[in-house]
Every structure is written in structure tokens, then in C-alpha cells.
């Protein structure tokens, strides 16, 4: 006759042993998504966050022209199963250029950000000042890369007379207003549409 209170600690001691076994795989487990949590977030470097479940990792903040690389480089690193991102809003973005100046508007989601895409295609303008009319949203990111907003400033301000509007909204590149001649017209038209595809360029400049 096996009395109640010792089938409670056969039962018992079968059971410790599994909890035990549990809490060492709930503690590993923790210990693993806190590494890769720390690496992930390393592997950022500042350009945006992560939010970690077990294995799995998810960007969030990852600038767009980003997302591609830092997706790479996360499911590279020791322990990590999936990797996905939150993309972001690409509102519309607005470069204006003439003779005086260049002036950007947009959103982003990250000041740094911002404030490196302006920094290198300022370097761009050939002294021409940089108006900044740019500003911060979350879950926002300009619609236009920083290499792109760089060659197409650079193009536009290479010689005087351009008095041109490039806008970026619901997935179109619209260019308006004046060059100074056909040839700079046609180029510059066809600068948009290697960099964006020539279903997208809308070209409603006119040559001076």
C-alpha cells in the first residue's frame, strides 16, 4: 500500500527534475535572446532598433535604403532564426533647385538620419547653400536614397540655369520647371529614369 503522502513525493520527485529541466531551457533561452539582442542592436549602429522573440528579430526604424543590408548582416550573426523589418512610410520628397540655392523637403524617421542625408548631398551642390526644410515622423523615411538625392543635385547644379522642382509622391518622380537647354533637359531626364525606371519619371520641364 503506497501511502498518500509518499505518492506525493515519487510524484514530486519525477517532477522536480523536469521543472528543474525547464527552468534551464527558460533560463538559456533568455540568455540567448538577450546575445542576440545586443548583437543585433551592435550591428545597427544606430540606425534604428530591435525587438527580439527568442530567435527571431524584427527592425524597426532601419532607414529604407538600409533595410536590405542590415536584414543581411543580422542573419549572419551566431543563434539568429529570422530576421524581418518594419518598413518604413515613404512620404513625399521635394528637391528645388536654381541658381541661388537647393532646398530639400521631407520626413524621416530619425534626426541622424536626416541630418546625414542632407550633410552628403549638401557636398553635392557645388557651394550652392542647402536649404533644409526637412523635419522627423515616426515610421516616415524620404522617398528617394541618398545616392539618388545626391547624383540628381549634382546634375542640377553642375551649370547655372536650372530652375527645376523634382517631387517624389505615391510612387511617381515628377521634374518641373526651366533648363537652360535641350541637351541638359534630355540628360537630366534620363538621369531620372536610370535611377527610379522610365515608368515612374513624369518630365514636364521645358528648355529655356
Known amino acids: 500500500m503506497v ?11 519525477v517532477a522536480v527534475p523536469a521543472v528543474l529541466a525547464l527552468i534551464g531551457v527558460a533560463v538559456q533561452g533568455a540568455d540567448i535572446e538577450r546575445q542576440i539582442s545586443a548583437e ?17 528579430v524584427t527592425l524597426v526604424g532601419v532607414p529604407f ?10 542573419r549572419a550573426l551566431p543563434g539568429v532564426r529570422t ?12 528637391i528645388s533647385v536654381d541658381d541661388k540655392q537647393v532646398v530639400i523637403a521631407g520626413t524621416t524617421q530619425q534626426d541622424t538620419w536626416r541630418k546625414q542625408f542632407l550633410h552628403v ?3 553635392y551642390a557645388h557651394g550652392r547653400p542647402l536649404v533644409d526644410r526637412t523635419s522627423t515622423s515616426p515610421g516616415t523615411d524620404f522617398a528617394m536614397t541618398t545616392t539618388a538625392a545626391a547624383a540628381l543635385v ?8 536650372a530652375d527645376v522642382k523634382v517631387s517624389v509622391v505615391d510612387g511617381q518622380v515628377v521634374m518641373e520647371g526651366v ?30
Open 3 to 13: 501511502r498518500p503522502w509518499t505518492r506525493y513525493w515519487l510524484t514530486s520527485a
Open 40 to 56: 543585433s542592436t551592435k550591428a545597427l549602429a544606430g540606425n534604428g532598433t530591435v525587438v527580439v522573440s527568442g530567435r527571431d
Open 65 to 74: 535604403e538600409r533595410i536590405p543590408d542590415t536584414e543581411k548582416a543580422v
Open 83 to 94: 530576421v524581418a523589418a518594419r518598413e518604413p512610410a515613404l512620404g513625399p520628397l521635394t
Open 121 to 123: 548631398v549638401g557636398e
Open 154 to 161: 549634382s546634375v542640377l547644379t553642375l551649370e547655372p540655369g
Open 179 to 208: 533648363l537652360p537647354d535641350v541637351e541638359r533637359k534630355s540628360n537630366t531626364a534620363k538621369l531620372l529614369q536610370r535611377l527610379f525606371g522610365g515608368g515612374v519619371v513624369v518630365d514636364k520641364t521645358r528648355s529655356a
